[in-house]
Each structure stands twice: as structure tokens, then as C-alpha cells.
């Protein structure tokens, strides 16, 4: 799903694209969406150990940043956000006031 060259392309799905119908009935939506859930819920198992060892050596400036990258859906990331926290608002960016706008991103601009 994402750009990681690691992951294989399941035949599952290799199957599907041959099937035109199959593919256009397939849920893609609800199978992306398990999908990135698992992916955030599991994202950082193995760097939150190294991490916390990483802080009790002499020497490590704790206060370092560590950063997880989202390929592939950050639109969608961000029209959640930006529908569900309202506190958004206060940080530079606003809704429109057209509430018309489709698709939704248009709903929001940033203040300059």
C-alpha cells in the first residue's frame, strides 16, 4: 500500500486486476482503512524500545526529534484532522466560509 519496496504485492490483488468486475465490487475503502489503522497502531513498536535506550546513554541529548513518515493518503490525513480538531482553527489555518466547496480540502485555506 504504501512506498515501502519491501512489500510485496499480494497475488490476491494481482488476481483482482485481472477481474474487472471483481475489482470495481472490491470494498477498497474499508480495506484501505484496516489497513492504515494497523500501519499507525503498529508503526513504532521497535523505535519506541530503541528510543528509550537511546535516552539512558551518557552523552544523548534526550530532547532529539523523531519523526514517521505518511506516504500515500496525507490528503485524506488532513481533511480528518482538520474536520475533527477544532483547535486546527488557531494554528493558521481556517474554514472557508463557502460551505458548498466539494471536495472537502477546499472547505479549508491557510492565513498568511
Same mark, same amino acid.
Request: hydrophobic content about 40%; glycine content about 8%.
Given at each position: 500500500?504504501?512506498?515501502?519496496?519491501?512489500?510485496?504485492?499480494?497475488?490476491?490483488?494481482?488476481?483482482?486486476?485481472?477481474?474487472?468486475?471483481?475489482?470495481?465490487?472490491?470494498?477498497?475503502?474499508?480495506?484501505?482503512?484496516?489497513?492504515?489503522?494497523?500501519?499507525?497502531?503498529?508503526?513504532?513498536?521497535? &523505535?519506541?524500545?530503541?528510543? *528509550?535506550?537511546?535516552?539512558? &546513554?551518557?552523552?544523548?541529548?534526550?530532547? !532529539?526529534? *523523531? !519523526?514517521?513518515?505518511?506516504?500515500?493518503?496525507?490528503?485524506?490525513?488532513?481533511?480528518?484532522?482538520?474536520?475533527? #480538531?477544532? *483547535?486546527?482553527?488557531?494554528?493558521?489555518?481556517?474554514?472557508?466560509?463557502? #460551505? *458548498?466547496?466539494?471536495?472537502? #480540502?477546499?472547505?479549508?485555506?491557510?492565513?498568511?
Amino acid at each position: 500500500m504504501g512506498l515501502d519496496e519491501r512489500e510485496k504485492v499480494p497475488v490476491w490483488q494481482f488476481r483482482l486486476v485481472e477481474d474487472l468486475d471483481a475489482f470495481d465490487a472490491f470494498p477498497w475503502g474499508a480495506h484501505v482503512y484496516r489497513r492504515s489503522i494497523y500501519g499507525f497502531k503498529h508503526a513504532l513498536d521497535g &523505535r519506541r524500545r530503541w528510543f *528509550e535506550q537511546r535516552q539512558r &546513554r551518557k552523552g544523548v541529548d534526550v530532547h !532529539t526529534t *523523531e !519523526t514517521y513518515n505518511i506516504y500515500g493518503l496525507t490528503h485524506a490525513l488532513l481533511i480528518f484532522a482538520f474536520e475533527v #480538531i477544532p *483547535e486546527l482553527g488557531n494554528s493558521g489555518c481556517g474554514k472557508r466560509r463557502e #460551505i *458548498e466547496l466539494s471536495p472537502r #480540502i477546499l472547505k479549508w485555506e491557510l492565513s498568511t
